[in-house]
C-alpha cells in the first residue's frame, strides 16, 4: 500500500481504528481472532494502528500489545488521554451521563505510563488527546506532551475533536502532528474551517468513522436491528426513520461503484482519500473479507468527473439526524 505523511509521520494511506473489536459495537469478538485480524492487517500493508485506554477500558491497547509485538519497529500505534474512568472523579461543570474530562498534566503522565505498559512499547507513536477539556487551558496539555516527547516516551502530539482556534494554541506550544475527527460524505462539516487550518499548518488529518460507522457500506437499512449495547442504538443518525431519508446516499455510493467496479465502501473511502494527500482514514472491522475490501479503495482512483459527480449529487442530499445526542455533542468542537 502506499504510504502517506501526516504531519512528518509517515503511514499507510488506510489506517485500522480498533475501538469496535473491544466496544461499542455489541459483544466483543474472540480475542484470538482479533490478534489474527491484526496481523493479517500488516501483512496486507497497514502500518498504522488507532486505540485509546478508554477503548474497553483498557482492553483494546492490550489486545494491540499483543497483535502486534512481531512488528515493532514496523507500525505506528496511536493512543488516546483525556478522560478519566474513575467512578470517583468529578470534573468541575461536568454534564450527568458524559464521560469526565481529565487532561491535567498529572494525569496526562499516568495515563502515558500506562498505555506504555499495556502496548509494550518504549514509546507512544501518536499521543491524542481525545476530547478538549475545558477545565485545563490548551497550552498546559502541550506542555505535558512536550515534556512526554523530550523524555522519549511520546514521539508525535494530536489532538481529537478540536476547534480551529484550539488547535493553533497548541500547535504554537508543541507541533501537532494530525488531527482527528469524524468525516465522511455524510459528516462534512471539516471542510469548512479545519480543513483550511490543518493544510496551512501541515497538520494530518486522521477521519474516524469514514464509513459512517457502517452506514455508507451500504448494508443496512430501516429495518436493520443492532444488538444490545452496540453504540449506533443511541444515535440519532442511526433511527430507522434517518436511515430511510439517508438510503439516498448509499444510491449514490452504488451508482459510482457499478461504473468502477467498486462497492459503495470502497467509493466513500477512495472519495475520502482524494479530498487531500494527507488525509489518512482509519476505517474499523472485525472481519477479514471487509479489511480486504476496505483496503481495496486504497487502489481505486476516481476520476476528476467522478468526484464532481459525488460533490453534486451529495449537496443536493440533506444527511437527517445529528451524529451524536446532545450530552456527546457537546464534548466536541471545543
Known sequence: MEARKIGNLEVSALGLGCMGMSMSYGPSPDRAVMVALLRSAVEKGV?????????????NETLLGEALAPFKGRVVIAT?????????????????????????????????????QRLGVEAIDLF??????????IEEVAGAVKDLIRAGKVKHFGLSEASPATIRRAH????????QNEYSLWTRTVETELLPT???????????????????????????????????????????????ANQ???????KVGAGAGATPAQVALAWLL?????????????????????????????????????????????????????????????
Open 47 to 59: 502500518t498504522f494502528f488507532d486505540t485509546a485506554e478508554v477503548y474497553g477500558p483498557y482492553h
Open 80 to 116: 488516546k488521554f483525556g478522560f478519566n474512568l474513575d467512578p470517583a472523579y468529578v470534573p468541575a461543570g461536568a454534564v450527568a451521563g458524559t464521560p469526565s474530562l481529565d487532561s491535567r498534566p498529572e494525569h496526562i503522565r499516568q495515563v502515558a505510563e500506562a498505555s506504555l
Open 128 to 137: 491524542y488527546q481525545h476530547r478538549v477539556d475545558p477545565n485545563v487551558p
Open 172 to 179: 504554537a506550544v508543541q507541533p501537532v502532528t494530525a488531527v
Open 198 to 244: 490543518l493544510e496551512e499548518l501541515g497538520i494530518g488529518l486522521v477521519p474516524y468513522s469514514p464509513l459512517g460507522r457502517g452506514f455508507l457500506t451500504g448494508r443496512m437499512d430501516a429495518s436493520t436491528t443492532f444488538a444490545q449495547g452496540d453504540f449506533r442504538n443511541l444515535l440519532p443518525r442511526f433511527t430507522p426513520e434517518a436511515r430511510t
Open 248 to 254: 439516498a446516499l448509499i444510491e449514490l455510493l452504488a
Open 274 to 334: 482524494a479530498q487531500k494527500p494527507w488525509i489518512v482514514p482509519i476505517p474499523g472491522t472485525r472481519k477479514l473479507e471487509r479489511l480486504e475490501e476496505n483496503l481495496g479503495a486504497a487502489r481505486l482512483r476516481l476520476t476528476a468527473e467522478d468526484l464532481a459527480g459525488i460533490d453534486r449529487a451529495a449537496a443536493a442530499i440533506p444527511v437527517q439526524g445529528a451524529r451524536y445526542p446532545d450530552n456527546l455533542e457537546g464534548l466536541t468542537g471545543r
